[in-house]
């Protein structure tokens, strides 16, 4: 197994840097993605509800011969559960097959229902019954962020957002580690490169250090100190994505890349999804 680094949150625990995601993965995609993922080397899965493959994942581990203890399992609570956050996580964790998850984190804010300050309430008590290791949050801006910590204490470990070199989000992800949230990028190929792999500056570093665009980008991630978890369900990429701890980039090489920064959101807006 390769060596990778793991990121340590305020609240002790840590992850793996580097994960595999599988948002729009069927159940039986999920499992053999995750099978392979851990194959190749990954110990990190993210996961949610709303993906509908919680069992494919659950299955995987079950299947896997690394320990359970070696692995970092991700879910997140759907929208519409905001109000029974237990009810949700029990769910996720049958369809797991597992005790605990290492991290639940509430999918989005939905600031127009208004639920998210006692969704993080929930989770901070799911915590403490050891249903989930670590807490964090997903799509989270700045105000969100703030009034869950005005209004309960606690910070959440992590936030997870859509990141790549054409929504680079410098403000939100400067406040974030200000306050010891990590930043988790999601999406963070720009959903298959389009747009970013055919940049001359991806491509001529690709050729310097003998590496595909998605495997620059990808470390461009973690030379940032972000936590990443490209997505994938063919064998060989999952396998590529993974081989990117043997280069680093320089400081010159992220500052030319943060060039490419478009604010090109590609998925939803988190103060209008609902």
Known sequence: MSAQPR???????????????????SVEEARRAALKAIEVGYRSIDTAAIYRNEEGIGQAIKDSPVPRDQLYITTKLWNDAHLDARKALET??????LDAVDLYLIHWPTPAKDNYVQAWKGLIELQKAGLTRSIGVSNFHVPHLQRLIDETGVVPVLNQIEVHPLLQQQELRAWNV???????????LAQGGEGVFDQEIIRALGKKYGKTPAQIVIRWHLDQGLIVIPKSVTPSRIEENFQVFDFRLEPDELARIATLDKGKRLGPHPDQFS
């Open 92 to 97: 996720s964790l049958r369809k797991l097959q």
């Open 7 to 25: 990121i340590t949150f305020h609240d002790g625990k840590s992850m793996p840097q580097l994960g595999l995601g599988v948002w729009q993965a």
């Open 178 to 188: 200000a306050h010891k949230i990590h930043v988790e990028s999601w999406s963070p």
